[in-house]
């Protein structure tokens, strides 16, 4: 019976955290010990020698880290130019983009200034060029709107402990069907 309790108290937690993002399925939240388990999980998982991908300067080290591992691998990491505020130059990050980029990672909000970034822009040209966009949203997952769908995220990787209020040692990724 305590089994069958528990999973049904973490079906409840996987429905409600899809309703908040407008998550596709709330069979697509993975549980992990946090935000930047979840990001090494997902990025080590998805990222091979040979691809490409954006990011920007303003990243937390949870994606910044395991970018540098994969470069020692062969990935490709290059970086979006942002202002002296950290806000990304959009009129330039279409000219990134190559045949070999694969992915895009972005922060939601910087840890360090609070500068948000325009996910709904760079989901239109992340769809538009059939990239995967992955959303840190460490920062903002329960604090600030988010719509996996209307943005055109593909993965949005949270930490439980911060803006939706849960203990620490708690986070995950919700995840698009399709993404591999």
Known sequence: ??????????????????????????????????????????????????????????????????????QAEGVEVDYFPCNDKGELLLDRVEEKLTEHTTAVILTHASNVCGTLMPLEQVGEICQKHGLIFVVDAAQTAGAAPIDMAALGIDVLCFTGHKGLMGPQGTGGLCIREGVE
Do not use: I
């Not at 697509?28 to 979840?38: K, M």
């Not at 090494?40 to 970018?67: A, C, I, Q, Y």
């Open 1 to 70: 019976q305590r089994a069958w309790d528990a999973a049904g108290g973490v079906l409840a937690v996987r429905e409600k955290l899809c309703a908040l993002v407008n998550g596709p399925d709330p069979r697509n939240v993975c549980f992990t010990p946090g935000a930047t388990y979840g990001l090494n999980f997902l990025l080590h998982g998805l990222l091979r020698p040979g691809d490409k991908v954006l990011t920007s300067p303003m990243e937390h080290n949870g994606v910044l880290r395991p970018l540098t591992q994969l």
